[in-house]
């Protein structure tokens, strides 16, 4: 898919390019491509004279292939966008290309930002700067204020996850421990459960032992003598 973003008013503009021709109707000042075609990386050679590098996603970490400058002026930047999905959070690989200091190229001016799949930043920055007018003069401002969205866009989603920790935390600290906890503190609430000609401190032992292996209440709750008679019926 391929976008152009222009302005009008202090207003950014979207249009979907379907060819060529369209393509040259305007003059953008971002061009966002998301998944590309063969025809579409063409359209933007035949009229920006802008190559598109086949690694221009690469996963590559090293700081020499995440930033760099070519001969011609482009400067060449990847960087990595949250994606906030709660079944499947993750991050995607945006490359931008940004050309300020060459006037013989048609794509001075022009940034152009590539990826694989729709960006939630790149639509957010989309809908502030179409109704606030004067958010963004030029390509250099998109590319800072998308750069500013992702950070806050980040920044919720991590206070998001906070909440749901701190809400958690709160349940599992404030949580009754069981049947276990109310046996020790009224034993005449469960006494009517107890198994017929199993001694009382036998069957509270039997039913505690299972939390207790489980646990580290283990180390302290050995095993009473007097219950080592007929711990082969629960072992």
């Known amino acids: 898919m391929l976008n152009v973003f222009t302005l009008a008013n202090g207003r950014l503009f979207q249009e979907e390019i379907e060819s060529l021709e369209e393509l040259s109707r305007f003059q953008p000042v971002w061009v966002d491509l998301e998944s590309p075609t063969p025809d579409e990386k063409r359209w933007i050679k035949q009229y920006f004279g802008l190559s598109i590098p086949d690694d221009a996603m690469d996963e590559d970490i090293e ?22 999905d709660n079944d499947d959070p993750r991050t995607v690989r945006v490359a931008f290309i940004l050309n300020l200091v060459n006037p013989e190229l048609r794509s001075k001016g022009v940034l152009f930002s590539i990826h694989d799949e729709d960006v939630p930043v790149f639509r957010l920055l989309r809908m502030r700067a179409r109704r606030a007018p004067g958010l963004i003069e030029d390509a250099k401002e998109v590319l800072l204020k998308l750069f500013d969205a992702d950070a806050e866009y980040s920044a919720d989603t991590l206070e998001g996850i906070y909440d749901k920790l701190e809400a958690v935390s709160a349940r599992v600290l404030k949580q009754d421990v069981g049947d276990a906890v109310d046996f020790e503190q009224d034993p005449a609430r469960v006494a009517a459960r107890r198994p017929p000609g199993q001694g009382w401190r036998c069957w509270q032992w039997a039913r505690l032992r299972p939390l207790c292996h489980r646990s580290s209440a283990c180390r302290w709750r050995p095993m009473p003598q007097s219950l080592r008679c007929c711990s082969a019926a629960w072992r």
């Open 63 to 84: 700081e020499s292939a995440r930033f760099y400058t070519e001969d011609n002026g482009d400067l060449h930047i990847r960087s990595d966008f949250l994606i906030a």
